[in-house]
């Protein structure tokens, strides 16, 4: 087998500052990438209610030590003749209801897969508790392969 070198294909920019020099922000996000946790439920459930509440598997759940700023993805496939709608509540140190603005969204006579990736820049730093919650407009969503994965972020 033979070897390339590859050193001179990336030529860095002028000014450009190698990772060690980029300072104490950079070095506390990835430590806390460290600290991510996830969950999930497989379970096949439906909901007949249109405000956010949990299935009788509730969650997925994730706790974790935070500080003022998280990402969580989402993801679950859902269906349905009705809108079927899941999206993320926050309690322990903090207290954020599950919000349309962040869900994710099914509409009507489709389904699959879906997933999203929400930034919550607004946390009481200490231990959070990531809960998936659920609603439908009408009738009967179903839900299942639900998963949740939160990263924590440095301030």
Known sequence: MRYVDLSSIHVPSPGARP????GNG????????????????????TRTLTI????????????????ERAVVLMSAQMGGTVDAIAACAVTGASDIPAADDTSLYMPPGAGGTLMSMVLFDTLTPGMNIFTMRYRITSGTGTFLRRRMLVIPLAA
Do not use: H
């Not at 956010?52 to 500080?67: A, L, N, S």
């Open 19 to 22: 990772p060690a020099s980029w």
């Open 26 to 45: 950079i070095a506390s996000n990835l430590r806390f990438l460290g600290s991510a946790a996830s969950a999930e439920v497989l379970t096949s459930q």
């Open 52 to 67: 956010y509440g949990d299935m009788t598997t509730r969650g997925p759940i994730v706790t974790v030590d935070t500080g």
